[in-house]
């Protein structure tokens, strides 16, 4: 007797992606078979996104062609937070639940397709099932966020900041260092108010205390011995006592950091902290630590309210702060955003000119960075192989969002292989190099 089949479509962010994860772990730990395809599965589970209009579409679209392809769908994830809007588009939908609800998901899926095994005999890999390459993953640490940002709907979504067990997110960690992973994401909504919650509660990893907090976190992940990465990093002021972690090669000299501007008034009107000037100190003062530090980030252009004067601000300090990696998109209103009542929006022609000028100007910063890499040697990890070349990236740049490292070259590697290249080209978004 087969067992039960279930498809899987997952859309939006890494911690989408580790929700799906869960999901997936969890069917396969109860007999189910993940299909990938529509008209192998019994019912399909859609993941979706809703943060802004373009992934909602995206949303809308993966279910409506998930029903006409198969028939039975569940759709959980961010959209799944207003079942509203998902009910009103596709009514026959098998069920609705929002994210991070694996046991809701779960109940949907008994009611519908009630597993044929028995789920104790069932032979799951401690590190759970990964959509991710095998040599890479994300750490999900925390749930939620306590800020409550004019554009941004993730807290009415997703909740306040819930933070995991400290010894629940290392054992984590070690077993999927354990499976073959050598790079490891640590991502949250807020990865840099880890512990807040519980007030930095101490927990217990291989038998000694160690306090649930963003550096005490990122410290014993640097004794695993692999890639450490850091992403959706608030700049707290205790995030700079994590730089000498980087700069002693514990980390990975890398901060995702979203500051979204650089002008004091779309800052207070974003309700993001309004402090551009210190920014830019404490930019320079990780550099001194940590002079290889890369910095990641994304901005929003043409917010409501948005001058040029503003945004003149807002190129001024990509000059000043020589962001490695950025990326931008013009703002939209989000169903449910404080924002979409402020004054003064941004006609939409002017928002795009905007950020063509912005992305210009962050391609020269790139590129300018890129250039100076020429000539070094540096460790990289094989991603993927293309027509005879080698696909890899550096400690600088994180899959998917960044560039990569490109080698040409034939030798017999695999993926997930570090190895040590010297840079001999660049362009604005990738290096290239030698095999040394």
Same mark, same amino acid.
């Given at each position: 007797?087969?067992?039960?089949?279930?498809?899987?479509?997952?859309?939006?962010?890494?911690?989408?992606?580790?929700?799906?994860?869960?999901?997936?772990?969890?069917?396969? $730990?109860?007999?189910?078979?993940?299909?990938?395809?529509?008209?192998?599965?019994?019912?399909?589970?859609?993941?979706?996104?809703?943060? %802004?209009?373009? #992934?909602? $579409?995206?949303?809308?679209?993966?279910?409506?062609?998930?029903? $006409?392809?198969?028939?039975?769908v569940i759709v959980t994830g961010c959209l799944g937070a207003k079942d509203n809007v998902v009910l009103d588009n596709f009514p026959n939908v098998l069920a609705v639940t929002g994210p991070h609800s694996t046991p809701e998901v779960m109940q949907a899926v008994h009611q519908h397709l009630p597993p044929e095994h028995n789920p104790y005999v069932s032979l799951i890999p401690p590190q759970g099932i990964k959509l991710t390459p095998q040599h890479y993953a994300y750490?999900?640490?925390?749930?939620?966020?306590?800020?409550?940002?004019?554009?941004?709907? %993730?807290?009415?979504l997703r909740g306040d900041l819930v933070s995991r067990p400290i010894g629940e997110v290392m054992q984590e960690a070690e077993n999927l260092v354990k499976s073959g992973v050598k790079e490891l994401l640590v991502i949250s909504q807020d990865t840099s108010a880890y512990g807040i919650d519980v007030k930095y509660k101490t927990g217990f990893w291989g038998g000694r205390p160690i306090k649930t907090r963003f550096y005490d976190l990122a410290k014993a992940l640097g004794?695993?011995?692999?890639?450490?990465?850091?992403?959706?990093?608030?700049?707290?002021?205790?995030?700079?006592?994590?730089?000498?972690?980087?700069? @002693?090669?514990?980390?990975?000299?890398?901060?995702?950091?979203?500051?979204?501007? #650089?002008?004091?008034?779309?800052?207070?009107?974003?309700?993001?902290?309004?402090?551009? @000037?210190?920014?830019?100190?404490?930019?320079?003062?990780?550099?001194?630590?940590?002079?290889?530090?890369?910095?990641?980030?994304?901005?929003?252009?043409?917010?409501?309210?948005?001058?040029?004067?503003?945004?003149?601000?807002?190129?001024?300090?990509?000059? @000043?702060?020589?962001?490695?990696?950025?990326?931008?998109?013009?703002?939209?209103?989000?169903?449910? #955003?404080?924002?979409?009542?402020?004054?003064?929006?941004?006609?939409?022609?002017?928002?795009?000119?905007?950020?063509?000028?912005?992305?210009?100007?962050?391609?020269? %910063?790139?590129?300018?960075?890129?250039?100076?890499? %020429?000539?070094?040697?540096?460790?990289?990890?094989?991603?993927?192989?293309?027509d005879n070349l080698i696909i890899a990236r550096s400690k600088y740049d994180a899959p998917e969002i960044d560039g990569n490292v490109i080698i040409d070259d034939d030798a017999e590697l695999e993926v997930g292989d570090i190895i040590e290249v010297e840079i001999t080209s660049s362009d604005e978004h990738d290096l290239y190099a030698k095999i040394l």
């Amino acid at each position: 007797m087969s067992n039960r089949k279930v498809g899987i479509v997952s859309l939006g962010c890494p911690k989408a992606l580790v929700d799906s994860e869960q999901i997936v772990t969890q069917l396969r $730990a109860e007999g189910y078979e993940i299909s990938g395809t529509y008209d192998d599965a019994d019912l399909v589970v859609v993941n979706t996104c809703g943060f %802004i209009d373009s #992934a909602v $579409a995206e949303s809308l679209e993966a279910i409506d062609d998930a029903l $006409a392809e198969n028939g039975k769908v569940i759709v959980t994830g961010c959209l799944g937070a207003k079942d509203n809007v998902v009910l009103d588009n596709f009514p026959n939908v098998l069920a609705v639940t929002g994210p991070h609800s694996t046991p809701e998901v779960m109940q949907a899926v008994h009611q519908h397709l009630p597993p044929e095994h028995n789920p104790y005999v069932s032979l799951i890999p401690p590190q759970g099932i990964k959509l991710t390459p095998q040599h890479y993953a994300y750490l999900k640490i925390s749930e939620g966020c306590n800020h409550r940002c004019s554009f941004c709907i %993730i807290p009415s979504l997703r909740g306040d900041l819930v933070s995991r067990p400290i010894g629940e997110v290392m054992q984590e960690a070690e077993n999927l260092v354990k499976s073959g992973v050598k790079e490891l994401l640590v991502i949250s909504q807020d990865t840099s108010a880890y512990g807040i919650d519980v007030k930095y509660k101490t927990g217990f990893w291989g038998g000694r205390p160690i306090k649930t907090r963003f550096y005490d976190l990122a410290k014993a992940l640097g004794e695993l011995g692999i890639w450490v990465r850091m992403h959706y990093v608030y700049p707290y002021p205790h995030v700079d006592d994590v730089i000498p972690l980087m700069a @002693e090669g514990k980390i990975l000299p890398y901060l995702d950091i979203p500051f979204q501007h #650089a002008s004091p008034s779309i800052l207070k009107a974003m309700k993001r902290p309004a402090h551009a @000037e210190k920014v830019l100190e404490r930019i320079h003062k990780w550099r001194e630590i940590c002079p290889d530090i890369a910095l990641r980030s994304t901005f929003i252009v043409g917010f409501p309210g948005e001058t040029e004067e503003d945004f003149q601000m807002l190129l001024d300090f990509m000059q @000043e702060a020589k962001i490695d990696r950025a990326g931008a998109f013009t703002y939209s209103d989000v169903d449910g #955003a404080s924002a979409n009542e402020l004054a003064n929006h941004v006609p939409d022609e002017i928002k795009e000119e905007r950020l063509e000028r912005f992305m210009e100007m962050q391609a020269m %910063i790139s590129g300018d960075k890129l250039y100076e890499k %020429i000539g070094q040697r540096m460790p990289v990890i094989i991603d993927d192989f293309e027509d005879n070349l080698i696909i890899a990236r550096s400690k600088y740049d994180a899959p998917e969002i960044d560039g990569n490292v490109i080698i040409d070259d034939d030798a017999e590697l695999e993926v997930g292989d570090i190895i040590e290249v010297e840079i001999t080209s660049s362009d604005e978004h990738d290096l290239y190099a030698k095999i040394l």
